[in-house]
């Protein structure tokens, strides 16, 4: 039978800690696992360290912070696939698939911060989470480890410079290891997930791109040339727009190219090309109520033969 906290606070106490002592101890120990351990699974390490003998299935596998036992994270829980840019307070449940260790850098204040990072999969997909400062301290600890199952306390999902989507972990985040509330069904699914390497952005759909993202770095698609006009701004100055709607198996959407790049584009391409478009702003227009993409001066266009 394993003990209780109460139990081992005691037994700690009677050991020779003061109650001074055992705090210190324990917020040293509360620092060094970076909120993926709880009070405790930190009082049986401490208790272990001391050569005292208590006995606890749960020392390897510990979940809870103390007081969250009676809550029901599956109603907060959300699949993968259903993240999106901008979200907060992310709650996911899924598997370590791969860990890259930490990295120090230097701030613009010339302070040292640190990063680390890991692949959770579920059985909708697969989503890099990022660790920040004490929290990237985790992957320090032997138990953080590929295969292991966790509960990703994420503070919010954003777009990285490779334009693919990441969960963050700051201050109000946490990542913890294997979540013993999971039902056995979901949990004998999660154990069987494999890492495949994501094929990122570059690779998905229209339809998959325009309802995750607000820049789309790579899109492929069949071209039909909508409209190409002269506007006359306030100001009298001439402007050029044309637009061209993109179309896959999922879906189409409205590409707007304005100014030289216009005509430049209208030269290049003809009725029904195959054509990938690269660095592209996504922005909603209120009149049509629909998403449409822009070029931005990074914008390139491509025709390909499909």
């Not at 324990?26 to 005292?52: H, R």
């Not at 320090?140 to 295969?147: A, C, K, L, V």
């Not at 707007?256 to 005509?263: C, R, V």
């Not at 391409?269 to 209120?286: Q, R, T, V």
Request: with cysteine; hydrophobic share 35%; proline share 2%.
């Amino acid at each position: 039978m394993s003990s209780s906290l109460e139990e081992i606070i005691q037994k700690l106490l009677e050991h020779g800690f003061s109650e001074k002592e055992l705090e210190k101890e324990i917020n040293k120990k509360a620092k060094e696992y970076g909120g993926i351990m709880s009070k405790q699974g930190i009082l049986f390490i401490i208790a272990k360290e001391y050569g005292m003998n208590i006995y606890s299935p749960e020392i390897e596998t510990e979940l809870y912070q103390e007081g969250e036992e009676d809550i029901n994270y599956d109603e907060f829980t959300i699949p993968i696939s259903n993240l999106k840019e901008g979200m907060e307070n992310i709650v996911l449940l899924g598997k370590i698939l791969k860990c890259f260790p930490p990295k120090e850098f230097l701030r613009k204040d010339n302070t040292i911060g640190a990063v680390s990072s890991c692949i959770v999969g579920d059985n909708s997909g697969e989503i890099k989470v990022i660790m920040w400062d004490e929290k990237a301290t985790v992957m320090n600890n032997d138990s953080f480890r590929e295969g292991e199952l966790v509960r990703v306390f994420g503070d919010y999902a954003k777009i990285n410079r490779d334009r693919n989507l990441e969960v963050h972990i700051g201050k109000k985040g946490k990542i913890i290891l294997a979540p013993g509330d999971i039902n056995s069904k979901v949990k004998k699914k999660l154990e069987k997930i494999m890492y495949k390497k994501k094929e990122f952005n570059n690779h998905f759909s229209i339809n998959s791109l325009i309802n995750k993202y607000s820049f789309i770095q790579k899109l492929k698609g069949k071209v039909h040339i909508k409209e190409f006009k002269e506007i006359s701004k306030k100001d009298g100055e001439k402007m050029f727009l044309l637009k061209l709607i993109l179309s896959d198996d999922s879906g189409s959407v409205c590409v707007n190219i304005w100014g030289m790049n216009a005509i430049e584009t209208l030269k290049l391409i003809e009725e029904g090309d195959h054509i990938i478009i690269k660095n592209l702003s996504l922005k909603f227009n209120s009149y049509t109520s629909e998403k449409e993409l822009s070029f931005t001066k990074n914008s390139s266009l491509e025709v390909v033969s499909f």
